[in-house]
């Protein structure tokens, strides 16, 4: 899957612990009540081709957060999701990654509030921006004979996946965050996109 995403601030080690202070700071809440995901449409031919494409962007970040890592207790979780065109999707890679081209996914991490000791009791967890190209994914969807909108979860799926420190550097962890991917988009009932790449 041609998919390229901005590579964590952190070190490996760090990654690891980002992780798991996310995993400490979801434990047993209401999932729906402890997740404010933004959609933010810069691109209308989003819209045109898939007019859901906002709920179903921001029902595919809450189902990775919630299935990836367990429910949200005590912190909420902030998310950010950018429905773009392929234009400034270029201009973010260019800028962020040194790479002139546009590409269907990336994704953005921040440190939020659970890294900061002196944050107040409550604050959110700030996971980051995950930012998302129309022109490639509705190329790669129809090369792939798949659903928009199908692609569309898969790709903000991996998108939060990487937010939460998951990545694909090598075959292991590859392999970790792909089954991941497909048991958090069977339950979206999308097929495993992995067999189904052509």
């Not at 921006?129 to 799926?157: C, Y």
């Amino acid at each position: 899957m041609p998919c390229t995403n901005l590579p964590h601030p952190e070190e490996p080690a760090q990654r690891a612990s980002r992780r798991t202070r996310i995993a400490d700071a979801v434990d047993g809440a209401v999932v729906s009540e402890a997740i404010s995901v933004e959609v933010s449409v810069h691109c209308d031919a989003w819209l045109a081709a898939c007019p859901e494409a906002e709920a179903v962007a921001a029902a595919a970040a809450r189902a990775a957060l919630a299935h990836a890592e367990g429910k949200p207790a005590g912190m909420p979780l902030l998310l950010g999701l950018i429905l773009t065109d392929d234009a400034e999707q270029r201009r973010l890679n260019r800028t962020y990654r040194g790479r002139d081209a546009a590409t269907n996914v990336l994704s953005f991490a921040l440190i939020g509030p659970a890294a900061d000791p002196a944050a107040p009791a409550g604050a959110p967890v700030l996971l980051g921006d995950v930012v998302l190209a129309f022109a490639t994914i509705e190329r790669e969807a129809t090369q792939q004979q798949k659903k928009l909108a199908d692609h569309l979860r898969h790709l903000v799926v991996h998108g939060v996946l990487h937010l939460l420190g998951f990545d694909h550097e090598n075959a292991a962890d590859a392999a970790v965050m792909e089954a991941l991917e497909v048991e958090i988009l069977e339950r979206l009932g999308v097929p495993d996109p992995y067999r189904a790449i052509m």
